[in-house]
């Protein structure tokens, strides 16, 4: 069966901390797609990442950066100096290649304060 | 503009009167999907379609109908509507070509059956 699992329901932070979301994965398939998907307060889902499982590489884009460990089966997503324009819920998913299925974690609220 | 489409947005109804969502793409997307996302529980899949007249179950499909006669189009059908239905549905498509994709979402409908 897969699952991904985001422990962290809500997160608070003050404005310009850095800020680290979780998220682990269960899956027996050993070619796989994991994402990060953004949901504003005004409800749309925005596409943040795709990662291979062929691919550990860590990746950064400006204040986001995404650290990616099969051996721990995570994917965790960090946001460095947040801002509020940050604040939302962050999805985690994950697809099997070929399933078409994909299953997203529970979410993680983040509010970033002023 | 490239867009996902669902029409209503927002719904009243009642429980047993049958109601449809369309969903409509105009990225040429093989793949479509459906999701409910309810508080606590993210975003699950109902149903997904690999292309033309080829659709499959996800992970909730009870009590949902889908059918994929058009490639630009995925209608979400409620044949009997229960208050258990209330949620908010996302329609999405991906560009599979032999790859995982990221999913582009719809706005969102929110349902509520009375």
């Known amino acids: 069966a897969q699952k991904v699992t985001q422990a962290q329901t809500e997160i608070s932070v003050v404005e310009k901390e850095d800020v680290t979301l979780d998220c682990v994965y269960e899956?027996?398939?050993?070619?796989?797609?994991l994402f990060w998907y953004k949901q504003p307060p005004s409800g749309e889902l925005v596409f943040l990442i795709r990662?291979?499982?062929?691919?550990?590489q860590n990746e950064i884009s400006g204040r986001y950066s995404w650290n990616f460990q099969k051996s721990t089966s995570s994917f965790n997503f960090t946001i460095t100096a947040s801002q509020v324009v940050d604040s939302a819920v962050y999805f985690c998913?994950?697809?099997?290649?070929?399933?078409?299925?994909?299953?997203f974690g529970t979410g993680t609220r983040l509010k970033v304060l002023a | 503009e490239a867009q996902v489409t669902q029409n209503p947005r927002y719904l009243i109804t009642v429980t047993g009167k049958k109601l449809t969502v369309t969903c409509s793409q105009n990225?040429?997307?093989?793949?479509m999907s459906w999701y409910r996302q309810d508080p606590g529980l993210g975003l699950r899949q109902i149903y997904y379609?690999?292309?033309?007249?080829?659709?499959d179950k996800g992970d909730v499909p009870e009590g949902y109908k889908v059918s994929r006669k058009e490639k630009r189009n995925f209608p979400l059908i409620l044949e009997s509507p229960s208050p258990n239905q209330t949620s908010l549905y996302f329609c999405?498509?991906?560009?599979?070509?032999?790859?995982?994709?990221?999913?582009?979402f719809g706005e969102g409908s929110r349902l509520t059956v009375l």
């Open positions: 990225m040429n997307h093989e793949y």
């Open positions: 990662r291979n499982s062929f691919d550990e």
């Open positions: 999405a498509s991906s560009p599979r070509q032999g790859a995982t994709g990221e999913l582009f």
């Open positions: 998913a994950l697809e099997a290649s070929g399933t078409y299925k994909y299953i």
């Open positions: 899956t027996r398939d050993t070619t796989y797609y």
């Open positions: 379609s690999m292309n033309v007249e080829v659709t």
